[in-house]
């Protein structure tokens, strides 16, 4: 029940927040971490060289992300950015390619050769895509996703014509594309999955399972759909996800 009334609150919040996510987003990379708003102590600053990618889903923008960003600045990753893509106008692959293009300019601008990217329900997909399908593994260390129907959702059977929600059906081109061998594929997989997930139908399908594919599936109790990229829980587990990933990756010898 309760968890159920945060999550009524996080889409009022996010339909407040839309707004502000229709705009260009004001690039405060360089900008230093202030106390978090929780009075929460923040991890450890790390070096901040590794750029973090954000991916909205389905009827979102970046808005969604204010959250995840502030407290992926204060875990120290100062360089994260999102993808603002129009959903009506894309479907997963069209979408792939925004961020294989997107991705190109991050590395170019950051002078680093990959990149880590968390991606929201659709979102999730759209990156998938990019990693497996398009070589976007050579610049995704790791891929984190919430709240992505990996297997399809039944909640996508409604009678609309949308070619990206039909791309979210059990058994879509795009999902059995996903499900082919990716024998080369190195990138890190981390998927959330929540118990309450109302637009993940059946929620199990949140998970990622590959045989080719490094991938640890991290269930959630409790967390809605929209709420997933907005709770605090989720979001520390996320940080800590990427800071982990980012101390442990190896350096080019000077």
């Given at each position: 029940m309760f968890g159920?009334?945060?999550?009524?609150?996080?889409?009022?919040?996010?339909?407040?927040?839309?707004?502000?996510?229709?705009?260009?987003?004001?690039h405060t990379a360089g900008s230093r971490p202030g106390p978090p708003s929780d009075g929460?102590?923040?991890?450890?600053?790390?070096?901040?060289?590794?750029?973090?990618?954000?991916?909205?889903?389905l009827?979102?923008?970046?808005?969604?992300?204010?959250?995840?960003?502030?407290?992926?600045?204060?875990?120290?990753?100062?360089?994260?950015?999102?993808?603002?893509?129009?959903?009506?106008?894309n479907d997963v692959r069209s979408a792939a390619r925004l961020l294989a293009d997107k991705v190109e300019r991050v590395c170019e601008g950051s002078g680093r050769q990959r990149v880590h990217v968390i991606g929201h329900s659709f979102g999730g997909l759209v990156a998938r895509y990019y990693v497996q399908r398009m070589g976007g593994h050579s610049r995704v260390h790791t891929l984190v996703t919430l709240g992505t129907p990996h297997r399809g959702t039944l909640a996508a059977m409604v009678p609309l014509p949308h070619q990206a929600i039909r791309q979210l059906r059990p058994g879509s081109d795009v999902l059995v594309e996903l499900?082919?061998?990716?024998?080369?594929?190195?990138?890190?997989?981390?998927?959330?999955?929540s118990d309450l997930d109302e637009m993940i139908v059946p929620?199990?399908?949140?998970?990622?399972?590959?045989?080719?594919?490094?991938?640890?599936?991290?269930?959630?109790?409790?967390?809605?759909?929209?709420?997933?990229?907005l709770h605090g829980r989720v979001v520390g587990e996320v940080c800590r996800v990427l800071r982990d990933a980012h101390v442990a990756e190896p350096r080019a010898a000077a």
């Open positions: 159920a009334a945060v999550e009524a609150a996080a889409i009022i919040e996010a339909l407040a927040l839309y707004p502000s996510g229709m705009g260009e987003e004001r929460t102590v923040p991890f450890q600053a790390i070096s901040a060289d590794c750029p973090v990618l954000l991916v909205h889903g009827s979102s923008n970046r808005a969604i992300f204010h959250v995840l960003r502030r407290e992926l600045r204060q875990a120290g990753f100062h360089r994260v950015t999102v993808l603002n893509y129009s959903w009506l106008r499900a082919g061998p990716a024998p080369r594929c190195g990138t890190r997989f981390v998927a959330f999955h929620t199990a399908n949140a998970r990622l399972d590959h045989p080719d594919l490094q991938i640890s599936n991290v269930p959630v109790r409790g967390v809605g759909h929209v709420s997933l990229p």
